[in-house]
């Protein structure tokens, strides 16, 4: 597999898995191939987090939440594809 490996942990008694789900869909439709993986990690304790090729991301205790889609898109392309444009996506950092 070539490209960034996405890792999405989620808290499985919180009933995350919905939201996981979707943010890998964005993921997936944002990047595509420039993907190597977006896996689902079913997790307990409230653990809600991102990483890219190992590295955090996200952690919803650590950064107050859930990231939105554009951010999250900021978050993996700087991460992992920063020559990657985002379109329209990026005018919040213009």
């Avoid at 808290?11 to 979707?22: F, G, H, K, S, V």
Wanted: glycine share 12%; with cysteine.
């Amino acid at each position: 597999m070539s490209g960034p490996q996405i890792s999405i942990t989620y808290c499985t008694q919180c009933n995350w898995l919905l939201r996981a789900t979707w943010m890998a869909s964005e993921l997936l439709s944002t990047f595509g191939t420039e993907l190597g993986s977006v896996i689902l990690v079913p997790g307990t304790g409230g653990v809600f987090f991102i990483e890219v090729d190992g590295q955090r991301i996200w952690e919803r205790k650590r950064d107050g939440g859930f990231p939105d889609a554009a951010a999250l898109k900021r978050l993996v392309r700087d991460q992992a594809l920063p020559e990657w444009n985002l379109g329209h996506g990026d005018r919040a950092n213009s």
